[in-house]
Nanobody, 121 residues
Framework: QVQLVESGGGSVQPGGSLTLSCVTS????????MYWVRQAPGKGLEWVST????????YYAESVKGRFTISRDNAKNTLYMQMNSLKSEDTALYYC??????????????RGQGTQVTVSS
């Protein structure tokens, strides 16, 4: 079955950086667009970024554009998100996901258990 396992979250100060990873299994990773989505406290699920199958096409929500970079390693079945210049409003539970549609809210058929990112001074 499809498995998506995120890691790399943590607590950082504003302006800090984190790198999220998502190890996948149970499907042909290089055949699917992949997504990062997030859920802030008390809010709905929000689309953050998309990467196409070979990684040459990437798309970002306006709120993270220029600060976050999505990437993938198809040989390792792994998705990444480099997060720089983090802001307090980036605090959320971040999910790796596939088969998503919409932006805010976003609906995804599969997502992992999430990794918590907390940005606070």
């Amino acid at each position: 079955q499809v498995q998506l396992v995120e890691s790399g979250g943590g607590s950082v100060q504003p302006g800090g950086s984190l790198t999220l990873s998502c190890v996948t299994s149970g499907f042909t990773f290089n055949s699917y667009r992949m997504y990062w989505v997030r859920q802030a406290p008390g809010k709905g699920l929000e689309w953050v970024s998309t990467i196409n199958t070979r990684g040459e096409g990437t798309y970002y929500a306006e709120s993270v554009k220029g600060r976050f970079t999505i990437s993938r390693d198809n040989a390792k079945n792994t998705l990444y998100m480099q997060m720089n210049s983090l802001k307090s409003e980036d605090t959320a539970l971040y999910y790796c996901a596939k088969d998503c549609r919409g932006t805010a809210p976003v609906f995804c058929d599969y997502r992992g258990q999430g990794t918590q990112v907390t940005v606070s001074s």
